[in-house]
């Protein structure tokens, strides 16, 4: 793929999973990436639903060039009614302010550079709404309205933001989720398979690369088929 020379990619969620594998790729083609993460192993520890921890971090990097946002959680497996307020708001805080927050530390200096990618990482879900995952679901959803409002917004500024919505990932992030709600994923999926972290890097990549030109706003889907709209 074709990077401008001397970009800087921030990869949140960078220590596993999609995040990891998405900073290798692109580490791959020479592109300098700085991982953030809470969990260990990522070049910095970043908790994305700190406000202040967030800019202090965009400002110590300098120039962001390619911001990928893979940090998320499941958030609970059970029927919403049976849901505690704060876990609902915690899955939110997470999905949704977390993505907002690193939007908008990155995108003015993105802005006045002329030139910049920014993806999103949604859900098949955000789609179809899983049944006993309401709060992932919905936040989602949310991140996906954000992406493509974001997008419209920055359209004829040199700034491409889209969305990944991948059905379920083999990844650190789903190894907590009831395995009852996987087999179901499982089961819709044509291929029959879970997706693989290094498959959605490929296309993280490409929508991070020179080779995107005419493409924001918009949601990708990597759901081994089971994406029908």
């Known amino acids: 793929m074709r990077y401008p020379d001397g970009i800087l990619a921030l990869v949140t ?19 300098r990436v700085v991982t953030a993460d809470l969990a260990p192993g990522a070049d910095v520890r970043l908790d994305v639903t700190d406000a202040e921890a967030v800019d202090a971090l965009v400002g110590r990097l300098g120039r962001v060039d390619v911001l990928v946002h893979s940090a998320g959680i499941v958030g609970p497996a059970r029927p ?14 997470v999905n949704v302010d977390g993505t907002f927050l690193l939007c908008r530390a990155v995108v003015p200096g993105m802005v006045r550079a002329g030139w910049g990618r920014i993806v999103t990482l949604a859900s098949i879900a955000a789609k179809e709404g899983n049944p006993a995952q309401s709060a992932y679901s919905a936040s989602k959803a949310a991140v996906v309205a954000l992406t493509k409002s974001l997008g419209k917004e920055l359209a004829t500024t040199g700034v491409l933001v889209n969305a990944v919505a991948p059905a379920a990932v083999s990844t650190p992030m789903n190894a907590g989720t009831d395995p009852a709600v996987l087999a179901r994923s499982q089961a819709l999926t044509p291929m029959g398979r879970f997706a693989r972290a290094e498959e959605i890097a490929e296309l993280i990549g490409w929508l991070c690369s020179e080779h995107i030109g005419f493409s924001t706003g918009a949601v990708y889907d990597a759901s081994g088929g089971r994406a029908t709209y």
């Open 13 to 31: 969620g960078g220590a596993g999973g999609i995040g990891a594998a998405t900073a290798a790729r692109l580490r791959a083609e020479g592109v």
């Open 80 to 93: 919403l009614a049976e849901l505690g307020t704060e876990e609902w708001r915690t899955t939110f805080r």
